[in-house]
């Protein structure tokens, strides 16, 4: 059992810079392949991004991409999502998710543990 709660959102303008954590309790993080989500109303929750095990891997969707960094720390049990360059199509409330699956991570599916979410919005 893995319990996630998200921190770090709030308003900010266009062009700004935020950085989410997601803290995990419970044992064997480093076992869970971490990953970001995010969703507005009336949609679909959208992949963001994952992290392996050890973070030697890092994935992200397109829409991120070059934008959003994934880290992890494994001693903290925590996941991080630095955002930067942050643009008003990236309001949505922000998920983590803990995978115990060996690949599909881009998908909701594949995550078995999900944090309550932050609200990130992003002011034009």
């Known amino acids: 059992q893995v319990q996630l709660a998200e921190s770090g959102g709030e308003l900010v303008m266009t062009g700004g810079s935020l950085r989410l954590s997601c803290a995990a309790s419970?044992?064997?993080?480093?076992?869970?392949?971490m990953g970001w989500f995010r969703q507005t109303p009336g949609k679909e929750r959208d992949f963001v991004g994952a992290?392996?095990?050890?973070?030697?891997?890092?994935y992200y969707g397109d829409s991120v991409e070059g934008r959003f960094t994934i880290s992890r720390d494994n001693g903290r049990n925590t996941v991080y999502l630095q955002m930067n360059n942050l643009q008003p199509e990236d309001t949505a409330l922000y998920y983590c998710?803990?995978?115990?699956?060996?690949?599909?991570?881009?998908?909701?599916?594949?995550?078995?543990?999900w944090g309550q979410g932050t609200q990130v919005t992003v002011a034009s």
């Open positions: 998710g803990a995978s115990g699956s060996r690949g599909g991570w881009d998908s909701v599916r594949s995550y078995a543990y």
């Open positions: 419970g044992r064997n993080f480093n076992k869970f392949v």
């Open positions: 992290i392996t095990w050890n973070g030697g891997a890092t």
